[in-house]
């Protein structure tokens, strides 16, 4: 199993909404990632986490609450968003060492209205 | 500042022809160069990883060079099919205090017409 796996794929939520994203990998890697990407633009690192721990915050609005409950899972719990948070939200997964390939899963597409 | 800058910007070529995209890079210290291809909408896919003691790879059609010198790597796309069609991104790591961050180029949009 190669895959690392979001939910949902899409997301609308209102800005005064409180809401959860999900992800999920089972190849036992042990760094998780949350990225953020607007259209045509490069995704921006926000968070990681290696052996559960949050090991770098990039700065990210407290709007954005990240969360390792075990190995497996990463969550990224959104509060009052704004509409300029729109975008795609892509987690992935890798080794916690060097030259190691980051697997990606498919993104949540968020709308903020 | 740890920068990763790819041309061009953009392509279009036509189905079968081959094409060469570029990624200079000033990510320092270097750990491992990363392409991935990214279709609209989902999540970037890994083409080939290098590291500072390999200068080609190949996954395919797809082959990349690494000049670690001249921080330089190019991917070439041979035989481009329409499904190449995407978005192509560089991704440098480098080391900070022992983590590993990954620098991302803005990417360079291709599109293959039949």
């Known amino acids: 199993?190669?895959?690392?796996?979001?939910?949902?794929?899409?997301?609308?939520?209102?800005?005064?909404?409180?809401?959860?994203?999900?992800?999920e990998q089972?190849?036992?890697?042990?760094?998780?990632?949350?990225y953020k990407q607007k259209a045509k633009k490069p995704p921006e690192l926000m968070f990681v986490y290696s052996y559960e721990k949050l090991s770098i915050n990039e700065s990210v609005p407290s709007r954005f609450?990240?969360?390792?409950?075990?190995?497996?899972?990463?969550?990224?719990?959104?509060?009052?968003?704004?509409?300029?948070?729109?975008?795609?939200?892509?987690?992935?997964?890798?080794q916690v060492?060097?030259?190691?390939?980051?697997?990606?899963?498919?993104?949540?597409?968020l709308t903020v209205v | 500042k740890n920068q990763v800058e790819q041309s061009p910007q953009s392509l279009i070529i036509l189905e079968g022809k081959n094409c060469t995209l570029q990624c200079n890079?000033?990510?320092?210290?270097?750990?491992?160069?990363?392409?991935?291809?990214?279709?609209?909408?989902?999540?970037?896919?890994?083409?080939?990883?290098?590291?500072?003691?390999e200068n080609t790879k190949s996954n395919g059609r797809y082959t990349a060079t690494l000049d670690a010198d001249t921080k330089q790597s190019s991917l070439h796309i041979t035989a481009s099919q329409l499904s190449d069609?995407?978005?192509?991104?560089?991704?440098?790591?480098?080391?900070?205090?022992?983590?590993?961050?990954?620098?991302f180029g803005r990417g360079t949009s291709l599109i293959v017409h039949p």
């Open chain 2, 85 to 103: 069609s995407a978005s192509y991104i560089c991704v440098v790591t480098g080391t900070s205090g022992g983590s590993y961050i990954p620098t």
């Open chain 1, 26 to 34: 089972h190849m036992g890697h042990r760094a998780m990632y949350w």
């Open chain 1, 65 to 94: 609450s990240p969360e390792c409950p075990n190995s497996s899972l990463l969550n990224l719990h959104l509060h009052a968003l704004q509409p300029e948070d729109s975008a795609l939200y892509l987690c992935a997964s890798s």
């Open chain 1, 97 to 109: 060492r060097e030259n190691t390939e980051a697997f990606f899963g498919q993104g949540t597409r």
């Open chain 2, 25 to 53: 890079y000033t990510v320092s210290p270097f750990s491992n160069l990363r392409w991935y291809k990214q279709d609209t909408g989902r999540g970037p896919v890994s083409l080939t990883i290098m590291t500072f003691s």
């Open chain 1, 1 to 23: 199993d190669t895959e690392v796996t979001q939910t949902p794929k899409h997301l609308v939520m209102g800005m005064t909404n409180k809401k959860s994203l999900k992800c």
